[in-house]
């Protein structure tokens, strides 16, 4: 699979993009449920990507408009650094998955679909996964099944905030 080492990419190429830039339109629309945002920190947001490449996939963004990891503060590239670690706890809790990647398209030309906000992909990966990617990638998920992992990964959250409460 030859882009097993950006999976993404093909989703941005051939999915119908919505108006604006999605990691500012969708912090700001107020409905987090509908628009799949998960965590909500004070500098960064983790969202569910609508056209996923795999169940689960997430973005987590600034709520910056900035382009590139070199534009964030240094609150805010803290953030989106502890913001990772938030994705790979709910999804370990809630889809057991085998391995992520994890990374960012910088620039068009690297596969940036929205390429003038900086943000960063988390794409749980299970072996053999790659047998369906190809199909799964050219095709908007259900809105179900997004609705489904949005509730699965906001109760691994609530779970995880009451351990930390605990501890
Ligand atoms: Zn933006």
């Known amino acids: 699979m030859e882009h097993l080492w950006a999976p993404w990419r093909i989703g941005y190429v051939t999915a119908e993009q919505p108006e604006g830039c999605i990691f500012c339109v969708k912090p700001a629309a107020g409905d987090d449920e509908a628009n799949q945002i998960l965590h909500r920190g004070d500098l960064v947001c983790i969202m569910l990507n609508a056209y996923p490449y795999n169940t689960g996939h997430l973005m987590i963004a600034p709520y910056r408009h900035v382009a590139e ?3 964030l ?3 805010e590239s ?3 650094i502890y913001c990772i670690r938030i994705a790979m706890e709910i999804l ?3 889809f057991a998955p085998e391995g992520f990647n994890i990374g960012m398209n910088v620039g068009r030309v690297a596969g940036a679909g929205y ?3 900086v943000h960063v992909h988390v794409v749980p990966r299970w072996s053999g996964d790659t047998n369906f990617m190809a199909v799964v990638a050219d095709t908007r ?4 099944a997004l609705a489904d992992s949005y509730r699965k990964l906001k109760d ?3 779970k ?3 351990e930390a409460r605990e501890r």
């Not at 998920?141 to 179900?144: A, F, G, L, T, Y």
Request: proline share 12%.
């Open 115 to 117: 390429a003038d906000h």
């Open 92 to 94: 370990r809790a809630s």
């Open 156 to 158: 691994a959250l609530a």
């Open 78 to 80: 803290g953030e989106l």
């Open 73 to 75: 503060e240094p609150q």
């Open 141 to 144: 998920v259900v809105p179900e």
């Open 160 to 162: 995880r905030a009451d």
């Open 69 to 71: 990891p070199l534009d």
